[in-house]
């Protein structure tokens, strides 16, 4: 059975597109809520095709859930890969966005179908979007690297590159995907501190999706998660400003040139207790916002 469902064969001006996966590659939920905010900004219309998770996801693991609307009725929601084509008529090329979670099995195999579906379309370019933990302080721009299938593009667009070595999710093995298939492919990949590693990021959403418009040369409305983004600093910065400790070792942080090198700092001082804390303070405000 043929694992991709087709709703439809969009028509596109030479297409890029634009992925993102929950999971492993999403710390903070940053790569999925760029690309679920986008989808909301731009009114994508439903899917014009799915990739059926049967032969890709553990159950156990991953297991579909279950949803009852206004009338009663009980319905299933699977962790499913949608493809929405955009049509972007204030600019010269279109859009396809794809969003799914990170399977569990045949990456390969599924990474194939993702890079088949994307070349049935005629997509010239992918941009990837990835988010990791690391030690930078919630104070500073989100730094963004990149890496690609040709490193001069990394370098056409002024981003860092990425000198990780080690293992990789879903993102990476798209990459190669593409790589396989001729298309040329970049990651985005955004730094989100540590110390709010347990909650969704707002600001590395927009970070991603501002250095994706970068990249593919569109424009999006990005007022409503600008003024969400305002909102979770400044709550940051008030659980931040009642605990000592964590206010010493943000100012730390930024005083660091390498923080990824800054061992045997207050970080190694911090009480696990004021992390939950902040944490709930942080979980509060979003709550909050519904």
């Known amino acids: 059975m043929d694992a991709i469902r087709r709703y439809a064969k969009p028509v596109l001006r030479r297409p890029r597109a634009l992925l993102a996966f929950e999971g492993w590659n999403d710390a903070c939920d940053a790569a999925s809520g760029a690309a679920a905010y986008l989808l909301g900004q731009l009114d994508a219309a439903d899917p014009f095709a799915i990739i059926d998770p049967e032969e890709f996801f553990d159950f156990q693991a991953r297991r579909p859930t279950v949803e009852i609307d206004e009338g009663g009725t009980r319905s299933l929601t699977w962790p499913t890969t949608r493809f929405y084509a955009i049509p972007l008529t204030a600019e010269d090329r279109d859009l396809v966005v ?26 010239e370019e992918a941009v990837l ?42 993102v990476g093995v798209l990459l190669e995907a593409c790589r396989e298939v001729g298309m040329p492919a970049i990651s985005l990949w955004a730094a989100t501190p540590h110390y709010l590693a347990a909650n969704p990021n707002p600001k590395a959403m927009l970070a991603l999706l501002d250095a994706a418009a970068d990249v593919m040369h569109f424009g999006f409305d990005r007022s409503e998660l600008t003024t969400i983004v305002s909102e979770f600093t400044e709550r940051v ?54």
């Open 98 to 123: 794809v969003l799914g979670e990170e399977p569990s099995h045949r990456w390969k195999t599924f990474a194939r179908l993702v890079t088949q579906l994307l070349c049935e379309v005629d997509v």
């Open 129 to 170: 979007l990835g988010a990791f933990i690391g030690k930078v302080p919630h104070t500073r721009a989100v730094p963004i690297v990149g890496s690609a299938t040709d490193r001069d593009l990394v370098l056409s667009h002024g981003l860092p590159t990425s000198s990780y070595e080690g293992p990789t999710g879903i």
């Open 237 to 290: 910065e008030a659980a931040v400003r009642n605990s000592g400790e964590f206010a010493e070792y943000v100012s730390e942080l930024e005083d660091d040139e390498s923080p990824e090198a800054a061992e045997g700092s207050a970080a190694a001082r911090i009480d696990p207790a004021l992390t939950h804390e902040l944490v709930d303070e942080i979980e509060d405000f979003l709550r909050d916002q519904g």
